[in-house]
């Protein structure tokens, strides 16, 4: 049966077994959408407010379910607004397929309406492969290459389709010099290192007697290996941010994040091991780990050029994490000396005494870390739980102790604010039976969020289960970078940039059928999260914050400490409430 370009398309992409496809129609996909539309076997298509967001949540499937997330934009305007949802999935090595639309060839080159050069606008997030399909019969195998390429090197592809050839007769290539004749399919390799590395590694382990492990989301898949080898080792666990769900918080030797919101036991641990042992990490602070010199190292990862990036290692082990452990877990030799476990212990235990009594402090209305020690205390097993940038990642970093069975994720490497809400939306549709948790500011609820709640009321039904909540720390502040530029430049707060025009969250939610909640008293707390989790349908939950509530560097540097001083000696306008909830914090 006879079939033109766009059908071909939506075919091929079922053949590949993609399930949906986030995007927004536009005339430059028109021919796209029509055969999304009359085709039988097809991807759901999720239709969005914003192409930013397509991007957000194709890379948010990647990353919940380790396949190829797909999204789609027209042509100019449509195409330009995807780019920094991939630019999230580029840094944060997800394997995501952009279709984008454009112009009829004909016009190309003659500064047509909506002409954008896409393949240099695309040539640097999609760098790994980029191309513009000019002949039905090349429609196969640049879609093949890309997804293929995608999975493979778990980076961004993109496929330009101008809106002429999308209504053309598909043809495959003619068995002749000059055609490429492609396949579907991709199975992932085995990747393991070579014996004798695997057994310089194990020297070096077992030979140092103060190891230290950190790990990120390439050890998302090893968490019986990781303990499996932090047993062994008597070593600890940090956790980079994207590597929050690696292993749980609950296990007496993990010390929590590493990093400027990182916990006091990850920074002490760093500072005085002699071995540090990084699995599929590429933490970029070096002022938190280790100093050079101090530690012998060994690092994991599946690609060869993350490695010695971060830290000189002594031995590089380019491999699958969990596949890697397993061959080096038999040559690893139990330490009999627990002394250095049993002080990480303690000083574990010690630390989220600490984070208790601080949440516990009271403030103006709510203390923020409050909301996320409620909000620990009810979390369901096997949840989702999705992170935005900005202080309330802090929160999330520190009070937040995950289980077995739990995921998380957020904007790692390009940590921009306004992937929370989408990346909620993406968990839902690849997990309906989950709980899904998405933790945002209200900076980052009024740059996409709100819109996003309209398409949480347009699909919520379809999910087995209902429950998606949206946790917004509604303190009338950009508040990271407030501190960030206290404690890094000395300066007040500049209000005129800082502060957000109240609005009414909850309310917003319940005008669109879901529903809302506002607390504005800590009591309320407990019950507002008990409510949210047993609600019949999506739940926006507005916390009301005191935005003077510091997060604190597990380790307050002098720098710091001086830049501090500055802001408050020239004038910041909450000088006497930041002093007073800095003191209460820094002795609770």
């Not at 002409?115 to 640097?124: A, H, N």
């Not at 004798?196 to 007697?209: C, F, H, P, Y």
């Not at 989790?533 to 507005?542: G, T, Y």
């Not at 009301?544 to 540097?557: E, K, M, Q």
């Amino acid at each position: 049966m006879k079939q033109n370009v766009s059908d071909f398309l939506v075919s091929r992409l079922s053949e590949w077994g993609v399930k949906r496809i986030f995007g927004l129609p536009g005339d430059g996909i028109n021919g796209i959408m029509g055969a999304m539309g009359r085709a039988q076997d097809k991807p759901e298509f999720i239709q969005v407010r914003h192409e930013e967001m397509a991007a957000f949540m194709a890379c948010a499937h990647a990353k919940f379910t380790g396949e190829v997330g797909i999204c789609l934009a027209t042509s100019g305007p449509g195409a330009i607004h995807l780019l920094n949802g991939l630019y999230d999935a580029k840094l944060d090595h997800q394997p995501v397929v952009a279709i984008v639309g454009q112009q009829q060839r004909t016009a190309l080159g003659g500064s047509y309406q909506q002409e954008v050069d896409l393949v240099s606008l695309f040539k640097d997030v999609a760098h790994e492969y980029v191309h513009i399909v000019t002949t039905p019969a090349q429609m196969r195998h640049v879609l093949d290459q890309a997804i293929r390429i995608a999975r493979a090197e778990r980076t961004v592809c993109c496929v330009i389709i101008p809106n002429d050839l999308q209504d053309m007769e598909f043809e495959n290539p003619p068995h002749e010099h000059g055609t490429v004749h492609s396949g579907a399919g991709y199975s992932a390799p085995r990747v393991v290192p070579q014996p004798e590395d695997l057994q310089r590694a194990a020297d070096v382990l077992n030979a140092g007697s103060k190891v230290a492990i950190l790990v990120g989301a390439g050890a998302l898949d090893a968490t019986d290996e990781v303990i499996q080898v932090a047993e062994l080792l008597g070593a600890g666990i940090a956790k980079a941010l994207l590597g929050k769900a690696a292993v749980p918080d609950n296990l007496p030797y993990v010390t929590g994040a590493i990093g400027q919101l990182g916990t006091k036991p990850s920074y002490e641990m760093m500072m005085g091991c002699d071995t540090l042992l990084m699995i599929g990490s590429s933490f970029p602070y070096s002022e938190f780990l280790p100093e050079e010199g101090q530690a012998r190292g060994v690092q994991i990862d599946v690609t060869g050029r993350m490695m010695s990036i971060r830290y000189p290692m002594e031995v590089n082990l380019v491999g699958d994490s969990a596949e890697t452990l397993k061959l080096l877990i038999p040559l690893l030799t139990r330490k009999e000396d627990r002394e250095w476990r049993k002080r990480l212990e303690r000083s574990i235990a010690e630390w989220w005494q600490t984070v208790e009594a601080r949440a516990l402090e009271p403030a103006d209305p709510i203390n923020p870390q409050r909301v996320f020690l409620e909000l620990s205390r009810r979390l369901p097993d096997n949840c989702i739980l999705c992170g935005d940038s900005g202080s309330s990642t802090y929160w999330y970093a520190r009070d937040v102790r995950l289980r077995r069975g739990m995921m998380a994720s957020l904007s790692g490497g390009l940590a921009t604010m306004g992937s929370g809400v989408p990346y909620a939306i993406a968990a839902k549709f690849a997990h309906p039976d989950r709980v899904v948790v998405a933790m945002v500011g209200d900076g980052a609820m009024q740059m996409n969020g709100l819109n996003e709640l309209i398409t949480i009321g347009k699909y919520w039904r379809r999910w087995s289960d209902p429950r998606l909540i949206i946790l917004v720390l509604n303190n009338r502040d950009l508040n990271l970078v407030t501190w960030e530029q206290r404690a890094t430049e000395g300066d007040p707060k500049f209000d005129e940039a800082q502060n957000l025009p109240d609005f009414p969250y909850a309310d917003y939610a319940k005008l669109i059928g879901l529903h809302g909640i506002r607390v504005d008293r800590p009591d309320d707390l407990a019950a507002a999260w008990d409510f949210a989790f047993i609600a019949d349908r999506p739940v926006v939950l507005e916390a009301c914050t005191d935005p003077n509530v510091p997060p604190l560097p597990p380790h307050i540097t002098l720098e710091q400490a001086r830049a501090y001083a500055s802001a408050i000696m020239r004038g910041d306008s909450n000088s006497a409430e930041i002093i007073r909830a800095t003191v209460k914090q820094l002795f609770a």
